[in-house]
């Protein structure tokens, strides 16, 4: 999208990407700022936003992490007018410890008590019950998490990308950094597609690419490596009802089984560089085939 040059290109903030992160700090500085949010694919959420499958759970992480999470809920559940729809489905996660690794999630279960009281400590035998497939000789136990749900990724990135745009923000796509300087403490953005912008504040929302953006802003890389993860689809078993089933992971995050449909969304959590990805790992999700998708935000 070019736009012409002068002082309509002239900001408060510039906002580098265009995912959930870029566009919920544009939101939030669009309250009293002058905000432009610039992305370099011709859409939103290309990347990682537009492929995750986000789950809102408060028994995962670190303590500061799962009190976000939870302090998060009622914006979640009870949003802003420029959100539309429904954010969160309920969606019960059970997550469980192989053989030999009882003793971790047990830990786990007693430090995440205090902000998620509702999470449960159960047996194998009754961990199946949550999710039938599941061979309860091969696990110590299981955590399950009753209240934990679904995100609806695209009405949560819309809703902020409406309200950006009705506090006056503006929203350009196809225009990648190609260059970047500070002048008289202003910073000066060249993009691809030839327009110019100005701003004293740049935030550097590129997600897995922040490294090269702040490169050219002069600052030390910090170890950014976009990474893709393997999903496969596969139909469930005759008779199982995927309506109510439980996200099923595991404590060591070795893999990870999410119902999206009448179908299971399948990962083994893997981080692989892109450079080992082979072009017949890129195709379109699908039944029966593999895809390539940026590690889900959880």
């Not at 809102?56 to 939870?70: K, M, P, Q, V, W």
């Not at 998490?145 to 609806?152: I, R, Y």
């Amino acid at each position: 999208m070019n736009t012409s040059n002068g002082d309509t290109n002239r900001s408060d903030v510039i906002v580098v990407g265009g995912g959930i992160g870029g566009v919920s700090l544009g939101y939030e500085l669009a309250s009293d700022r002058r905000v432009t949010l610039l992305e370099r694919e011709k859409t939103l959420a290309f990347h990682t936003t537009g492929r995750s499958a986000a789950l809102f759970l408060e028994t995962y992480g670190n303590s500061t992490i799962r009190a976000l999470t939870t302090a998060s809920r009622d914006f979640l559940v009870n949003p802003p007018e420029h959100f539309r729809s429904e954010l969160l489905t309920p969606r019960p996660l059970l997550q469980l410890a192989a053989t030999g690794r009882g003793h971790a999630l047990e830990a786990m279960y007693a430090d995440i008590t205090g902000l998620t009281p509702d999470a449960q400590l159960i047996s194998p035998s009754e961990a199946r019950e949550f999710f039938p497939p599941l061979r309860p000789e091969l696990i110590d136990c299981a955590l399950y998490e009753p209240h934990s749900m679904e995100v609806d990724v695209h009405a949560l990135h819309q809703g902020f990308v409406r309200g950006l745009r009705d506090r006056g923000g503006r929203v350009h796509t196809g225009a990648g950094v190609t260059s970047l300087e500070r002048v008289d403490g202003l910073w000066h953005i060249t993009t691809s597609d030839g327009s110019r912008f100005t701003a004293p504040l740049v935030v550097d929302a590129a997600g897995a690419w922040a490294d090269v953006l702040g490169a050219m802003a002069g600052a030390h890389p910090i170890g950014l490596v976009p990474m893709r993860r393997s999903v496969f689809m596969v139909a469930a078993p005759d008779g199982l009802s995927t309506a109510d089933l439980a996200t099923l992971s595991d404590i060591d995050e070795k893999f990870y089984i999410k119902p999206e449909g009448a179908q299971l969304l399948c990962s083994p959590a893997d981080e692989t560089p892109p450079s080992r990805v082979t072009p017949a790992r890129t195709s379109s999700r699908s039944r029966g085939r593999s895809t390539t998708l940026p590690r889900p935000p959880r």
